[in-house]
T-cell receptor, first 111, second 116 residues
Framework: GDSVTQMEGPVTLSEEAFLTINCTYT??????LFWYVQYPGEGLQLLLK?????DKGSNKGFEATYRKETTSFHLEKGSVQVSDSAVYFC??????????FGKGTTLSVSS | GAGVSQSPSNKVTEKGKDVELRCDPI?????LYWYRQSLGQGLEFLIY????????KSGLPSDRFSAERTGGSVSTLTIQRTQQEDSAVYLC??????????????FGPGTRLTVT
């Protein structure tokens, strides 16, 4: 069945460092891909999404591009802030089926 | 407007007891999902309701788990004869349209279940 492989954490960075969190979705088709974020003490919320190949999702300085050849959707941010400390979940899904989530990557940013 | 709400926020139960967890989705959302979040395990899909279609129960881990959605709105997840491995945070989400498309899933705050 479909699966999501997400870079394991924790990831520890200094403020203003570059961030990459890798995500690959294994499927028979081409799903929509998402990044969700869970800030400390809060519920999951959508960060960005892409529904077809070459789409780029972006939000709050984060970006991810849907690469069809590898069904990858790596999350990047050029300069992280302390407030970006959270758990990041990659997810994907075919139309009409529930999303499959990765195990989550914990990001800690220090000043 | 109101988001997804879940109750109770915390539940402690003894092994072998039955528990019911409730989810109130956002009004007008046709899709409703239950997930389980265990430490270090990410989000595990349990069950998905879409409109009046038969639910996708493929994620339920055993026949002790069941869920229903009444009137296309409120949903109840029931765990019978709870086991210690059932301890987790149970998350509910809803979306305006079908899963796996462009529709964002909105998550509730979760119910933390502890089985002693």
């Amino acid at each position: 069945g479909d699966s999501v492989t997400q870079m394991e954490g924790p990831v520890t960075l200094s403020e203003e460092a570059f961030l990459t969190i890798n995500c690959t979705y294994t499927a028979t088709g081409y799903p929509s891909l998402f990044w969700y974020v869970q800030y400390p003490g809060e519920g999951l919320q959508l960060l960005l999404k892409a529904t077809k190949a070459d789409d780029k999702g972006s939000n709050k300085g984060f970006e991810a591009t849907y690469r069809k050849e590898t069904t990858s959707f790596h999350l990047e941010k050029g300069s992280v802030q302390v407030s970006d400390s959270a758990v990041y979940f990659c997810a994907g899904g075919q139309a009409g089926t529930a999303l499959i989530f990765g195990k989550g990557t914990t990001l800690s940013v220090s000043s | 407007g109101a988001g997804v709400s879940q109750s109770p926020s915390n539940k402690v139960t003894e092994k072998g007891k039955d528990v019911e967890l409730r989810c109130d989705p956002i009004s007008g959302h046709t899709a409703l999902y239950w997930y389980r979040q265990s430490l270090g395990q990410g989000l595990e899909f349990l069950i998905y309701f879409q409109g009046n279609s038969a639910p996708d129960k493929s994620g339920l881990p055993s026949d002790r788990f069941s869920a229903e959605r009444t009137g296309g709105s409120v949903s109840t997840l029931t765990i019978q004869r709870t086991q210690q491995e059932d301890s987790a945070v149970y998350l509910c989400a809803s979306s305006l349209g079908p899963a796996g498309t462009t529709y964002e899933q909105y998550f509730g705050p979760g119910t933390r279940l502890t089985v002693t």
